[in-house]
């Protein structure tokens, strides 16, 4: 089935501080905002989380925003939060002076954006440059979703309808507070799926299959079920499915999981 090869990671209120295997999209995705910067300071003493992060450490870091990828718009100065996992008082392998990327994302009762691990990257790294230049296109594509699904680049389309289904559908699962479905402006969610539709399915088979899996999963929390969307298999499936999505471009709304912290997860029997 696509969404248990595709989103293999179980959801929990807090697994989402640990982001190793997501791709670099799921993390763009997933986060608030995404900046490239310099590490100026690293706060000897780790802090406290607060709400659904309490009981966890996190190493405070101030960083200097040289370009903003993702939201953070006209933000010169950063706190980020990096989560603490060995034992009480370790710190992450960060620097002072540390040129890299880094994916944060807000939670409402902390002060500060919190830096799952796996969602930067240093300079030093291996392949940093091709995760840099991905991140800003990544990046640049959800900031402007609208003018990215008008591209008349068919890959710029694919991929920011990937993104959209990302945020709209997986993010609030893998916070694991997931409230109730609704669905979204209609206009967007047509050109989402003929996005996916006019896609490379070859090329960019792990988007496609991403979104038709975030999709399939948004149907286990409330959202309208895909009716007659092919079971996968070989490139009739291929065909077929995107037959299904021009077709129902129009009548079929996707829907978002807004994240809800006051509440469990409420979860609907295929």
Request: some cysteine; glycine content about 8%; aromatic content about 8%.
């Amino acid at each position: 089935m696509v969404v248990v090869s595709i989103l293999s990671w179980a959801s929990s209120s807090t697994a989402y501080i640990a982001l190793p295997k997501e791709s670099l999209a799921q993390k763009v995705a997933f986060a608030d905002c995404v900046v490239v910067g310099k590490v100026t300071a690293i706060q000897d003493k780790p802090a406290q989380g607060k709400g659904e992060m309490r009981g966890r450490e996190f190493t405070l870091v101030d960083v200097e925003v040289k370009e903003s990828l993702l939201g953070a718009k006209d933000k010169k100065q950063l706190r980020l939060g990096f989560p603490n996992f060995d034992k009480p008082g370790a710190k992450p392998r960060l620097t002072v002076g540390q040129i890299g990327y880094f994916c944060g994302l807000l939670d409402g009762q902390n002060d500060f954006y919190i830096v799952p691990a796996g969602c930067s990257g240093a300079e030093k790294d291996p392949g940093f440059e091709k995760d840099l230049t991905a991140a800003r296109r990544l990046g640049r594509l959800l900031e402007h979703s609208e003018k990215g699904l008008k591209s008349t680049d068919v890959e710029d389309r694919l991929l920011t309808a990937y993104l959209l289904v990302l945020r709209n559908c997986y993010a609030p699962w893998r916070r694991g507070m997931v409230g109730k479905a609704e669905p979204i402006d209609a206009k967007q969610s047509k050109r989402i799926l003929l996005a996916l539709a006019a896609g490379d399915w070859k090329k960019n088979r792990q988007e496609v299959r991403g979104a038709v899996a975030a999709l399939q999963l948004s149907v286990k929390f409330g959202a309208p079920p895909l009716k007659g969307f092919p079971p996968e298999g070989g490139e009739e499936w291929v065909a077929a499915a995107k037959q299904w999505l021009k077709q129902n471009a129009e009548t079929y709304r996707i829907h978002q999981l807004w994240i809800d912290d006051k509440k469990d997860p409420t979860f609907k029997s295929p």
